[in-house]
């Protein structure tokens, strides 16, 4: 490195105490598949054990390591190195999926951010968690585990005892994940995503490593291949390749005026920074998959019918995926890649179309599809085929893929409003994927019409006051103008049934005004938002405050309105000129303003 970047880089990690004001943690699972297959079967842990997908070892216990087997290894090499070697199928990837959302969720009992990196891996940012710690902390802090290089000279910010008492946060952290699931983990502890995942495999298995900011130079400038780098892909590694930066060290050296001829700006900012060990991206909570989706690769399909053997194959794999997701799919998405035998080229192509929810059904709590609603899918995924593809002429294909790509949230209580928000979320994510399906007559957007998007099988005690509109339109429609027309008889309107409650109700309001007026397809879940209104269920359901209202109210109605609707009947009743309403006589309702909300407390004839 040369004395000027020397410099630089030395201020920029020992000048601003900011710097190194994160505490971030890495955690790996130590050979991920095969802990999960040691565990399933504990006779495997003394033996040396390979996990084979296709021809390939992906990855193998460290038993198995002593005989040198790496992964990645063909089998029947893997097989000359250790010719005990005990293999065990695991293309199917379920049980791993389980195992890393357990150890995802074990995570998350810190309530810190935690950024999911593939399946065996975690960034934890622990930043807050180690302030409280601090606060409550008068002993001199002790690291634990290895601490990479102890460096001479002490960052002045106090980023030492953070990331100390980080390591201690991460000790943990390894230790619950060992405690309630049985995996050994890796650890790696630094004040930024990179370094923290970098040093993490230093002491495998079973062991952490702290790194200090001031000593993130020296280890990057040891790391031999710019590829080490882990937001550094292949087309940048060769393009760095092309101009002779082999190693960390090589591009930590190179002038920022070479990294611009060859790359963007922002990016040679960046590179440049990386391998200085600076990365100052955050770790980003992660939330459940936009889409769920399933592919199968071959050398070629030309015929229609072996099509749709691999798509149902597919799909019932994807059907399992989506029960242990849980989330009501309300989106398909097709996808293959044809192969232009002329050209000698492939390219990928992908359609997409609504699904009923209706088709999945609730048993026993577990996301189920009945016979006829898998011919449905199929039917479905075989019309977006043949949008796809030109049945009139050859075709070749090399890949078919299925994703469901929009999901509803289960509905957690009995009558819960979000049925009723979720109806409605599924109509207004049609009107976007609509433009994705290229036909709007196709039996794909039934669904689109309200009726038939209602989830009656969602929720075992949603009541339709009408044969003709589903509940929840009705009672949205009412909330939004509350005319004559739309309400044909507001006294029936049993509110109460609903077990509404303010907060709840405020939502669907708040998200009907984002859904409507932003036009945005709802992404973010709304069950998820919902779900901490225990409090507010409480509240309504140990009965409100009507002391105030009028003797002909319905005090169940009343108690199960929005608080806001509650303020604003009191209000008028107390003045009853501001509403033109005589309080004594609800029969006088009918002349008034047809949008008021007194409508709503005719008396049932
Ligand atoms: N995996 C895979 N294909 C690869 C690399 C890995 O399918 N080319 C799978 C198998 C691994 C899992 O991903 O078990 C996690 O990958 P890791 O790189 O973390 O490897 P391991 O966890 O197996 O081993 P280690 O102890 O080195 O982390
Ligand atoms: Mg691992
Ligand atoms: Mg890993």
């Given amino acids: 490195m040369t004395d000027r970047n020397?410099?630089?880089?030395?201020?920029s990690y020992m000048g601003s105490q900011n710097e190194h004001i994160k505490s971030i943690i890495h955690i790996d699972v130590d050979c991920f598949y095969a802990q999960v297959e040691m565990i399933r079967n504990p006779e495997l842990r003394s033996q040396p054990l390979g996990i084979?997908?296709?021809?390939?070892?992906?990855?193998?216990?460290?038993?198995?390591?002593?005989?040198?087997?790496?992964?990645?290894?063909?089998?029947?090499?893997?097989?000359?190195?250790?010719?005990?070697?005990?293999?065990?199928?695991?293309?199917?990837?379920r049980e791993y999926r389980t195992a890393s959302s357990k150890i995802f969720m074990v995570l998350q009992s810190w309530k810190?951010?935690?950024?999911?990196?593939?399946?065996?891996?975690?960034?934890?940012?622990?930043?807050?968690?180690?302030?409280?710690?601090l606060k409550n902390t008068s002993n001199s802090i002790t690291i634990s585990g290895h601490i990479y290089n102890e460096p001479s000279v002490e960052c002045t910010c106090g980023c030492h005892t953070r990331l100390k008492l980080a390591s201690q946060i991460a000790n943990e952290m390894r230790y619950k994940i060992y405690d309630e699931l049985g995996f050994t983990t890796c650890a790696g502890i630094a004040h930024?995503?990179?370094?923290?995942?970098?040093?993490?495999?230093?002491?495998?298995?079973?062991?952490?490593?702290?790194?200090?900011?001031?000593?993130?130079?020296?280890?990057?400038?040891?790391?031999?291949?710019?590829?080490?780098?882990?937001?550094?892909?292949?087309?940048?590694?060769?393009?760095?390749?092309?101009?002779?930066?082999?190693?960390?060290?090589?591009?930590?050296?190179?002038?920022?005026?070479?990294?611009?001829?060859?790359?963007?700006?922002?990016?040679?900012?960046?590179?440049?920074?990386?391998?200085?060990g600076e990365d100052n991206t955050p770790v980003k909570q992660t939330g459940r998959p936009q889409s769920i989706g399933l592919e199968d690769s071959f050398k070629t399909v030309s015929v229609k019918s072996e099509v749709e053997e691999k798509f149902a194959a597919l799909l019932q794999r994807l059907?399992?995926?989506?029960?242990?997701?849980?989330?009501?799919?309300?989106?398909?998405?097709?996808?293959?890649?044809?192969?232009?035998?002329?050209?000698?080229?492939?390219?990928?192509?992908?359609?997409?179309?609504?699904?009923?929810?209706?088709?999945?059904?609730?048993?026993?709590?577990?996301?189920?599809?009945?016979?006829?609603?898998?011919?449905?899918?199929?039917?479905?995924?075989?019309?977006?085929?043949?949008?796809?593809?030109?049945l009139s002429k050859p075709f070749h294909l090399t890949l078919v893929g299925l994703a469901f790509t929009k999901f509803q949230e289960r509905m957690t209580g009995r009558s819960s409003i979000v049925n009723y928000l979720m109806n409605d979320i599924s109509v207004q994510s049609v009107l976007?994927?609509?433009?994705?399906?290229?036909?709007?007559?196709?039996?794909?957007?039934?669904?689109?019409?309200?009726?038939?998007?209602?989830?009656?099988?969602?929720?075992?005690?949603?009541?339709?006051?009408?044969?003709?509109?589903?509940?929840?339109?009705?009672?949205?429609?009412?909330?939004?103008?509350?005319?004559?027309?739309?309400?044909?008889?507001?006294?029936?309107?049993?509110?109460?049934?609903?077990r509404l409650n303010s907060k709840e109700l405020e939502k669907v309001s708040e998200l009907r005004l984002n859904s409507r007026d932003r036009s945005l397809t709802p992404?973010?879940?709304?069950?998820?938002?919902?779900?901490?209104?225990?409090?507010?269920?409480?509240?309504?359901?140990?009965?409100?405050?009507?002391?105030?209202?009028?003797?002909?109210?319905?005090?169940?109605?009343?108690?199960?309105?929005?608080?806001?609707?509650?303020?604003?009947?009191k209000a008028m009743w107390k003045n009853p000129s501001n509403s033109e309403l005589p309080r004594s006589s609800p029969r006088n309702m009918n002349k008034s303003k047809s949008n008021t909300l007194l409508k709503y407390f005719v008396p049932n004839k």
């Fill in 112 to 133: 810190c951010p935690v950024e999911k990196l593939g399946l065996d891996e975690n960034y934890i940012d622990v930043t807050n968690l180690v302030k409280e710690r």
């Fill in 432 to 498: 976007n994927i609509q433009n994705d399906c290229d036909t709007s007559t196709s039996m794909d957007y039934s669904a689109v019409s309200p009726s038939s998007s209602t989830t009656t099988d969602l929720s075992d005690a949603e009541v339709e006051p009408s044969p003709k509109k589903p509940k929840k339109v009705t009672w949205i429609a009412k909330r939004r103008c509350l005319s004559k027309e739309e309400i044909a008889s507001p006294s029936k309107l049993k509110v109460g049934e609903l």
């Fill in 523 to 569: 992404r973010a879940s709304p069950a998820r938002d919902m779900s901490d209104n225990s409090e507010a269920m409480k509240d309504v359901a140990e009965g409100g405050n009507c002391g105030d209202c009028p003797s002909y109210v319905d005090k169940e109605v009343f108690n199960a309105l929005p608080e806001d609707m509650q303020h604003e009947l």
């Fill in 192 to 276: 930024n995503k990179l370094l923290a995942k970098l040093v993490c495999p230093l002491h495998k298995p079973n062991d952490q490593t702290t790194i200090f900011p001031e000593d993130g130079v020296n280890f990057m400038s040891n790391l031999q291949s710019v590829r080490s780098i882990p937001s550094i892909g292949l087309k940048t590694t060769e393009a760095l390749i092309s101009q002779k930066i082999i190693t960390v060290s090589d591009l930590q050296q190179v002038s920022m005026e070479l990294l611009k001829k060859h790359f963007s700006a922002d990016m040679a900012v960046r590179l440049k920074t990386l391998s200085l």
């Fill in 52 to 93: 084979q997908q296709k021809n390939i070892v992906v990855t193998s216990n460290y038993e198995a390591r002593k005989f040198g087997i790496q992964k990645c290894m063909l089998v029947c090499d893997a097989l000359k190195a250790c010719p005990n070697l005990k293999l065990v199928n695991g293309e199917d990837l």
């Fill in 6 to 11: 020397m410099e630089s880089s030395s201020s």
């Fill in 319 to 390: 059907l399992i995926l989506v029960r242990e997701d849980g989330r009501i799919p309300v989106s398909l998405r097709v996808t293959l890649r044809k192969k232009d035998v002329k050209r000698l080229s492939s390219h990928r192509e992908s359609r997409q179309c609504q699904v009923s929810p209706s088709i999945f059904t609730i048993n026993n709590g577990a996301l189920t599809v009945t016979e006829a609603g898998q011919q449905k899918l199929m039917s479905t995924i075989m019309r977006l085929f043949t949008k796809l593809i030109d």
